[in-house]
């Protein structure tokens, strides 16, 4: 039975019996925000302006879905009173779409919602309860290593300090300008992180070389693969109205090629993502739809691959 009173990324018509090979999770959190507002609005708009994205890519034989079946999950939700168990509740709602049997890309909401995501991934058949079996590539203009952030360590700013507590095994930092004395210590020091600041790659005088190291890197990695997008690690011209826009962050094409040489890479198996950190313009809807675009792109590259499993 086709649903068609709910909103459906892309506008796509979707099945509700499955089954699906990759769903879409909304996540409308926003406790810890520290600057611009407004994430809580952000998965409904991303979805919203998904409608206005073209379904064809050169990538795919034909327009999305290309045959496989696509879900938008009802959006998460908790009444719950404290910031922990608002945060176990986000775990507990993507925990059923981590089983294997579809690939999950979850719109947020600020980037608090990482380390929930974390464990509910290590119950992923892949990783088998293993997190440090896991390499989590954040695409971000912060590095998020604080370790409390207003008096807060659950917070958007401490996302992948908890991830890394939780256990992930491995972060590879992509397009970080904007990090603390603090955080930019921790990463020197800590072995399971690794740093390319956008300066290295987008440079004026050393950026061509920088980007064909980070590419040759990105083909390099091994195993299982979470991609978290914080929408401002894109260049701020582009998403003005996330929470804290920062100047010289990757171009579209920059993120483009990102992820497709990700799911590309022959010795990793990227098992989920998430778009996070969009909030709606109030003046145009450039961010959301500039998140739009991101999150499409993950679902095509997981389609290629999906595709490429079944010839």
């Not at 609005?41 to 327009?63: R, T």
């Not at 775990?91 to 995501?117: M, S, T």
């Not at 011209?237 to 929470?243: K, Q």
Request: glycine fraction near 10%.
């Amino acid at each position: 039975m086709e649903d068609s009173g709910r909103p459906r990324f892309l506008g796509l018509e979707e099945s509700e019996s499955g089954p699906w090979d990759a769903v879409v999770l909304s996540v409308p959190f926003e406790m810890t925000t520290s600057w611009g507002e407004g994430t809580e609005h952000g998965p409904a708009a991303c979805i919203e302006a998904s409608s206005q994205v073209e379904l064809y890519d050169p990538l795919l034989p034909d327009e999305l879905p290309c045959g496989l079946g696509i879900h938008t999950a009802d959006a998460w939700g908790s009444k719950a009173p404290t910031l922990r168990a608002q945060l176990d509740s986000i775990r507990d709602y993507a925990a059923k779409w981590l089983d294997g049997e579809q690939f999950p890309i979850v719109l947020g909401g600020e980037h608090g919602i990482l380390p929930p995501l974390m464990e509910a991934a290590s119950d992923h058949p892949v990783l088998g309860g293993d997190l440090e079996l896991l390499t989590l590539v954040q695409v971000d203009a912060h590095a998020d290593l604080r370790d409390e952030l207003n008096g807060e360590r659950f917070s958007h700013g401490t996302a992948v300090r908890r991830a890394l507590d939780a256990g992930v095994g491995r972060v590879i930092q992509i397009g970080t300008r904007a990090l603390s004395r603090g955080e930019a210590a921790f990463a020197a020091a800590d072995g399971r992180v690794e740093t390319w600041f956008a300066r290295d790659f987008m440079g004026v005088c050393d950026g061509q070389a920088g980007w064909a190291r980070l590419t040759e890197r990105i083909a390099q990695i091994e195993g299982a693969v979470w991609l978290t997008f914080d929408v401002d690690g894109l260049d701020g011209s582009l998403v003005p109205a996330t929470g804290t826009p920062v100047p010289g962050g990757l171009s579209h094409w920059a993120a483009v090629d990102l992820i497709e040489g990700l799911f590309a890479a022959p010795k990793s198996t990227v098992i989920g993502a998430d778009v996070n950190e969009i909030a709606p313009g109030k003046d145009d809807s450039l961010t959301q739809f500039n998140a739009a675009l991101i999150a499409t792109k993950i679902l095509v590259c997981h389609t290629l691959s999906r595709l490429n499993r079944k010839d």
